[in-house]
Nanobody, 123 residues
Framework: QVQLVESGGGLVQPGGSLRLSCAASGNIFSINVMRWYRQAPGKERELVAAIISGGSTNYVDSVKGRFTISRDNAKNTVYLQMNSLKPEDTAVYYC?????????????????WGQGTQVTVSS
C-alpha cells in the first residue's frame, strides 16, 4: 500500500509564500506523474501543477510565474513553492500521484491521493 502525506499548509498574508510538501511512502516501485490539486469552498477541484518523472512541469494559468513544482526522486517527495499568494489561492491542496507497486508476479499502477492541507491567504 502507498500513502501520500502533505504538509506545509497554513495561514499567510497576501503576497506571502508557503511551501507544500508531499511525501510518498510504502511499497513503491516507481512514480510517474505527481500533481497538486486544490479545491476551494463551493468550487470543483482543479489541477494546479504537475511534474512527470523526467522533470517536465505544467501549471494552470492562474499560478504561472508564482508557483513552482519540484520533486526529489530519492525521497519520493514532491513540493509546491507558492509565492505572491493571493486570497483566491485559498483552498485545500491535495497531492496526487500515479505510482507503481510491485509484487512477486506483477507491477500495478494506481492513482493515489493525500488527505489535503489547508492554505488560507488572508490579511
Amino acid at each position: 500500500q502507498v500513502q501520500l502525506v502533505e504538509s506545509g499548509g497554513g495561514l499567510v498574508q497576501p503576497g506571502g509564500s508557503l511551501r507544500l510538501s508531499c511525501a510518498a511512502s510504502g511499497n513503491i516501485f516507481s512514480i510517474n506523474v505527481m500533481r497538486w490539486y486544490r479545491q476551494a469552498p463551493g468550487k470543483e477541484r482543479e489541477l494546479v501543477a504537475a511534474i512527470i518523472s523526467g522533470g517536465s512541469t505544467n501549471y494552470v494559468d492562474s499560478v504561472k510565474g508564482r508557483f513552482t513544482i519540484s520533486r526529489d526522486n530519492a525521497k519520493n517527495t514532491v513540493y509546491l513553492q507558492m509565492n505572491s499568494l493571493k486570497p483566491e489561492d485559498t483552498a485545500v491542496y491535495y497531492c496526487n500521484g500515479i505510482i507503481a507497486t510491485m509484487t512477486m508476479t506483477m507491477t500495478t499502477w494506481d492513482d493515489y491521493w493525500g488527505q489535503g492541507t489547508q492554505v488560507t491567504v488572508s490579511s
